[in-house]
């Protein structure tokens, strides 16, 4: 008998980093819904391949769950794993003292529960950034556990993880929160164990292996053929600087280059920073190809990483291709669950929900 692939609905999809993830670790993914229309290009473009992987190209907040159901569920076929990181402006670290309480784009987390309590995923696993754990947000972080424990979900406490210890080329920490439901008993270590260390972290635990480095995203050619081979266009001023700056980690500092707002402080050093190819990369954010925006220029060559290179920190395939230009396929990739990262995770979840099956049976 084959194996039963488990059902999985992507809510807040973006490019489909989180729909790969799940295609990869033998997931089937049914249904996906994004609003933005440059990731919708990319997402129908890289995983639309047959009649029963529909995307939905919808505001959240107007598009009914009962349309989900009816069209995917209503067969007596059920939803296993619900998926989503919707969009986390009101939560980023970028943002000072009180901004983004009250933030209407929160709104969006608690519309996951209406597609909760519609499609009674046996699993939800949600992204977003760590500042949703700051005390600021604590009332909305509450109201989300109260919500779950309505929809009838052990609901565990959020986790804060690393990509780098997954192996993941980037240091990049996101929070996960995982629901299951009630009648499930899923058998797992959450979160899964680290697969990789620092040497530190490799004499405690001689099992793991090393961290991923830089290295091998810039050793690979990307070919000229590559849609994604593109980066930012850099004044000739701005080219004299990163000829300044030595290879390999070189900071702003070091090219000599002092800017207004660094002449009263010592901040900032990553901005205009090249990535040091012999360790994990910073972590890529919406502005990832933008170096004036963190450390996001070639190791050794004279301008910002390319798109390409960018979606390689995230575990991109080469194939993957993001559509919409570089500022909008910058931002699509910034936002996407890195791959390899949503494999381990899902992977685990799947085997929890397989284990539980059997003794259910």
């Not at 159901?69 to 980023?92: K, T």
């Amino acid at each position: 008998m084959a194996k039963y692939k488990f059902n999985c609905v992507d809510l807040f999809a973006g490019a489909g980093g989180f729909s790969l993830a799940a295609s990869n670790a033998g997931i089937n993914v049914v249904a996906a819904v994004e609003w933005n229309p440059k990731a919708c290009e990319t997402y129908r473009h890289n995983l639309i391949n047959n009649k029963k992987h529909v995307l939905y190209e919808e505001d959240i907040l107007q598009f009914k769950p009962q349309s989900l159901y009816r069209n995917h569920f209503s067969n007596g076929v059920g939803c296993d794993i619900l998926l989503g990181g919707p969009p986390c402006q009101g939560f980023s670290v970028h943002r000072l003292n009180d901004a983004g309480v009250d933030d209407p784009r929160n709104e969006l987390l608690l519309r996951y529960f209406a597609f909760v309590k519609k499609l009674k995923p046996k699993v939800f696993l949600m992204e977003n950034v760590p500042g949703l754990l700051w005390k600021r947000h604590e009332d909305f972080l509450n109201e989300f556990y109260k919500q779950g424990r309505k929809a009838k979900y052990k609901v565990y406490a959020p986790e804060v993880i690393d990509a780098q210890c997954y192996g993941v080329p980037q240091r990049r920490k996101r929070v996960f929160i995982l629901g299951v439901r009630n009648d499930i008993e899923l058998d797992i270590v959450w979160p899964p164990k680290p697969t990789h260390g620092d040497e530190k972290a490799r004499e405690v635990d001689p099992n793991l292996k090393p961290l991923v480095t830089a290295s091998p995203i810039f050793r690979k050619r990307v070919l000229k053929s590559d849609n994604n081979n593109i980066h930012m266009k850099h004044g000739p001023e701005l080219i004299v600087v990163f000829k300044k700056t030595p290879i390999n980690g070189g900071s702003r500092k070091d090219s000599g280059r002092v800017l207004p707002c660094h002449k009263n402080h010592n901040g900032h050093k990553d901005v205009y920073g090249r990535i040091d190819p012999n360790k994990p990369g910073p972590t890529m954010t919406t502005a990832c190809i933008n170096p004036s925006k963190g450390r996001f220029v070639h190791p050794t060559e004279h301008h910002g990483i390319t798109l390409r290179h960018a979606a390689r920190f995230q575990t991109f395939p080469d194939d993957f291709v993001f559509k919409g230009g570089l500022i909008a396929a910058g931002e699509q990739i910034g936002n996407a669950v890195p791959v390899k990262l949503g494999e381990v995770l899902l992977t685990t979840i799947a085997a929890g929900l397989r284990k539980w099956s059997r003794k259910d049976a």
